[in-house]
């Protein structure tokens, strides 16, 4: 069972990610979703991740992948996601010193 807190977060990250998109795309998600988690397989971070593109992919009715990319203690993923497409289709999880602190 999905708990609230865990549901505003899907739908805040879904929101994000319809909002990159822009209007000028047809439907919204044409392919599969890549959601980067900064961190390695297994962790907190990761798992929350996991469950999250469970849950979005059923919403959007599109595959969503998860691709770790841990170093410098969240900084390869947050790189990787701030240098991604502003296409709405790369999504990032990380910490408030990887989102907030970090020049990338």
Do not use: H, W
Not at 15 to 26: K, M, Q, T, V
Not at 52 to 74: C, D, F, M, Y
Request: charged fraction near 15%; include cysteine; proline fraction near 7%.
């Amino acid at each position: 069972m999905i708990k609230t807190p865990f549901k505003r977060v899907a739908c805040a990250v879904l929101l994000a990610a319809a909002a990159a998109a822009g209007s000028a795309s047809a439907e919204y998600p044409e392919r599969p979703l890549r959601f980067v988690v900064g961190y390695p397989p297994g962790g907190t971070t990761d798992l929350l991740a996991r469950r999250l593109a469970k849950e979005l992919g059923t919403a959007l009715g599109q595959s969503i992948i998860v691709e770790n990319r841990p170093g410098a203690g969240g900084n390869v993923g947050a790189a990787a996601v701030a240098k991604a497409e502003p296409d709405g289709y790369t999504l990032g999880v990380g910490s408030a010193g990887n989102l907030a602190q970090n020049y990338v």
